[in-house]
């Protein structure tokens, strides 16, 4: 079993920038990859964007060119770069990890507000 904690979420104005961060108690060598969903009221959860082993990424159509997922590369810490932010951006945000068994663990969510 793995804990997974997220950081910096709050509330911002529109255009405003937050930097969210996913720390998991695993060992860096048995993690595949981590990411950040987010679910806002009544919808599903989404993906937001992810990184692999190697450094390879993937984002949201929604929200490429304003966020940015970046790792660390001695432990299993994970950050979301949130640019330009939108009031459609407000969900709480979830880290996920995935291991290389394909165990998923997830953390409890930290919400991000993008109000005036």
């Known amino acids: 079993q793995a804990r997974v904690v997220e950081s910096g979420g709050g509330l911002v104005q529109p255009g405003g920038s937050l930097r969210l961060s996913c720390a998991a108690s695993?060992?860096?060598?048995?993690?595949?990859?981590m990411g950040w969903y987010r679910q806002a009221l009544g919808k599903q959860r989404e993906l937001v964007a992810d990184i692999y082993r190697g450094g390879s990424t993937n984002y949201a159509s929604s929200v490429k060119g304003r966020f940015t997922i970046s790792g660390d590369n001695a432990k299993a810490v994970v950050y979301l770069q949130m640019n330009s932010l939108k009031p459609e951006d407000t969900a709480v945000y979830y880290c996920?990890?995935?291991?290389?068994?394909?165990?998923?663990?997830w953390g409890q969510g930290t919400q991000v507000t993008v109000s005036s």
């Open positions: 695993l060992s860096l060598l048995n993690v595949n990859s």
């Open positions: 996920k990890v995935r291991t290389t068994w394909s165990s998923d663990f």
